[in-house]
Each structure stands twice: as structure tokens, then as C-alpha cells.
């Protein structure tokens, strides 16, 4: 079979394309240019795309790189600095796993006559019987502690079908040791963590400072509106937030309950005001059929799973906790899990 794997030059996506070697596929390594800007962090600075052309080498298969700055820009970059603007809290690397690692480099497959394409995430695709059907789902990946199941929960059917995960059934541990006997020069390349567009030095406020103007904001008691401080960036306040809101230290400890951004206010108040019943979630692309009833419901991307029932509405679903959760901030992910926290249903956006 003619696969072509997303080499992020580091050593998960170097493994899965040794795996896929060893498995007589053939195989052509491809990196993307995603994020034309400074860069320290992620999979697009210029050092990853010289370990993935090594690697390549390495392995002694083509290599390709793919320029497709102008697409992150569009479904990535703009996105992430509305969403600031406007109150949310965005999953930027979810948007980039939509939009090009998945969407993208399959409509770049199909024009080049490849049978599937592979990446390197820690997660699993599986065939199960639904109701008489047989449908794709992805499944948690074999290591929990590198589950990226999350990330990758918005693969319809079509995508599904033609997507290989070589390393999903591996630990981490055992990856580094498969890219160390190979001598892979990624074999212990530290994993990525950060938003690959956002630098070490200026962090988010400087990134978003210069792309949108930032407005200062009262913070008040949750419960009697007592002016309580103030914070100089609205758009850098999400909910949860405990520290950077403009508060003195020694008091009790007060968490953002709520952003209200006609208003220019943050609400604070004790954690206790965070849990809630139920939420509303929107935008969801199911795995394959929408789904009621009982469900496991995981809401960040290490985050536990907690048991929910959903009930479908005009737009989407509500979530109704079997316990009160935490409440999500708008804009977050939220991953749908079967009862036995091993399969996806599907996902939607907090609302």
C-alpha cells in the first residue's frame, strides 16, 4: 500500500514511518510549512523540518514539504485570535489537526495516488459493529499517559477509513526504544508542547497584543459585585483562572466564574461556583451516527473522563453530568467516549 506519513521531526511520526517500512508498505515521508512566523516551540520550527529530512534519510524514503502557511493562517491563526477577542478559549492545535494534518494531507494524497495517509499520534482506529453497521472509530492509544485520542476526535468516516496510527499500539517508552535500535537522530528528541506559534519570549500576550487591542476590565465579587480590582487584559482572561486577575495575594482564593464582555467585567469567586449540572455543546462531528444516552465525557486534552447523558438539541447536545463538573470554558473541545473509555463517538465546542 502507497502511505504517505506526516513527518513532524520528532521521533513519534519517525517511528510510525519505520513501522510502516517494516510492514512492506510503501512509503514517502512528507513535512508541512505550517506557520510562516518566529517560532521556538512545536513542529514548525526550522530544526523540525531538518530532523524530519533526516530521518527520511535515515530510513531511505522520499521526503516532501508542503507549503501550506497560507491554509494555517486561515483555518489556525485568524481563528485562535478571534476566538481571544471575543471571549472564548480556542484548541488551536485541534484546528490544526482538522484543517491540514488531516484534512489537507489527504486531499494532497488523493492528487498524488496514495492508498492512506499515517501520522504519529498515540491513538488507535478500529472497525466495530453499530447496530448492524461496520464503522471506523478512534480508540484511545495504548499509553494513557500519551492518549491522544482528544486531538483527534473530529475524523468523519471518509478520514477514518484511510488514516493509519503505526504507533498507537506502542508505549512511549517503547517508541524511544524502536527509534534508538534503528539510530534515529530523533530517538531522544524532547516531545513538543506549546503552540508552535507562539514564542518562548513574547508568549500569548505579545502574539495577541500586536493582532488585537486588549481592554482593561473590573473584577467584582461574583456574589455582591464588590469592585474587588481590575485586570489591563480582558482577551487574556479565561474561566478558572485563579492567578494574573489583578487580585493581592494572602486573601482567600478566588477563581474567574464567569466573563461578562459586553460589560468589560470579571466575575471571582470561590471554585465552588464553577460546578455546574449541564452544558450545551455545538459544532460536533460524529464518528459515525449521533449519540444519546449514557456517554463518558473527557473536556481537555489530559483531562479524566466523567460519566454524563447526552440529550440531543437544535444545535448540538446537552451535557448533563452525573455529578457537577467543573464548567468548561467556551470555545474548549468536548470529547465524546463510549461507557468504556476506550472508543470516540464524536465532539463537539462548549458553548
Same mark, same amino acid.
Given at each position: ?167 498507537? %499500539?506502542?508505549?512511549?517508552? /517503547?517508541?524511544?526504544?524502536?527509534? #534508538?535500535?534503528? =539510530?534515529? &537522530? *530523533? $530517538? %531522544?528528541?524532547?516531545?513538543? /508542547?506549546?503552540?508552535?506559534?507562539? #514564542?518562548?519570549? =513574547?508568549? &500569548? *500576550? $505579545?502574539?495577541?497584543g500586536s493582532r488585537i487591542p486588549f481592554r482593561r476590565a473590573a473584577v467584582v465579587d461574583a456574589l455582591d459585585g464588590t469592585p474587588l480590582g481590575e485586570v489591563e487584559s480582558l482577551e487574556m482572561v479565561t474561566l478558572g483562572q485563579r492567578r494574573g486577575i489583578g487580585l493581592p495575594g494572602g486573601g482567600p482564593k478566588r477563581y474567574v466564574v464567569d466573563i461578562d464582555h459586553a ?89
Open positions: 500500500m502507497k502511505v504517505l506519513v506526516a513527518l513532524s521531526g520528532g521521533v513519534d511520526s519517525s517511528v510510525a514511518a519505520a513501522e510502516l517500512l517494516r510492514d512492506g508498505h510503501e512509503v514517502v515521508g512528507i513535512t508541512m510549512r505550517l506557520w510562516g512566523g518566529d517560532s521556538d516551540t512545536g513542529c514548525c520550527s526550522v530544526a523540525d523540518v531538518d530532523d524530519a529530512r533526516r530521518v527520511a534519510q535515515q530510513l531511505g524514503i522520499d521526503h516532501l514539504v508542503f507549503n501550506f502557511t497560507d491554509d494555517f493562517h486561515e483555518h489556525v491563526v485568524e481563528p485562535y485570535v478571534a476566538a481571544h477577542r471575543d471571549g472564548l478559549t480556542p484548541n488551536p492545535c485541534i484546528e490544526c489537526n482538522r484543517h491540514l494534518k488531516f484534512h489537507r494531507l489527504s486531499e494532497r494524497a488523493d492528487l498524488l495516488g496514495f492508498d492512506a495517509v499515517a501520522t504519529g499520534h498515540h491513538a488507535r482506529i478500529v472497525q466495530r459493529e453499530v447496530d448492524g453497521d461496520t464503522a471506523w472509530f478512534v480508540a484511545r492509544g495504548e499509553d494513557a499517559a500519551k492518549d491522544q485520542s482528544y486531538v483527534v476526535h473530529m475524523l468523519p468516516q471518509r478520514e477514518l477509513a484511510r488514516t493509519l496510527f503505526p504507533i498507537g %499500539a506502542m508505549t512511549k517508552a /517503547q517508541v524511544r526504544e524502536r527509534a #534508538t535500535a534503528l =539510530g534515529l &537522530r *530523533t $530517538a %531522544a528528541k524532547p516531545d513538543s /508542547q506549546d503552540v508552535c506559534f507562539i #514564542t518562548h519570549d =513574547g508568549g &500569548r *500576550t $505579545a502574539f495577541l460589560a468589560a467585567t470579571v466575575l471571582v469567586g470561590d471554585e465552588s461556583l464553577l460546578f455546574v449540572d449541564a452544558m450545551q455543546v455545538h459544532g460536533i462531528v460524529w464518528a459515525h451516527r449521533p449519540v444519546e444516552g449514557e456517554v463518558l465525557v473527557q473536556c481537555s486534552a489530559h483531562g479524566a473522563t466523567a460519566a454524563a447523558t447526552l440529550t440531543p438539541t437544535a444545535d448540538g447536545v446537552t451535557v448533563q453530568w452525573a455529578e457537577p463538573q467543573r464548567r468548561v470554558a467556551p470555545g474548549q473541545s468536548v470529547v465524546f467516549y463510549d461507557t468504556t473509555d476506550t472508543f470516540v463517538y464524536g465532539g463537539g465546542t462548549a458553548g
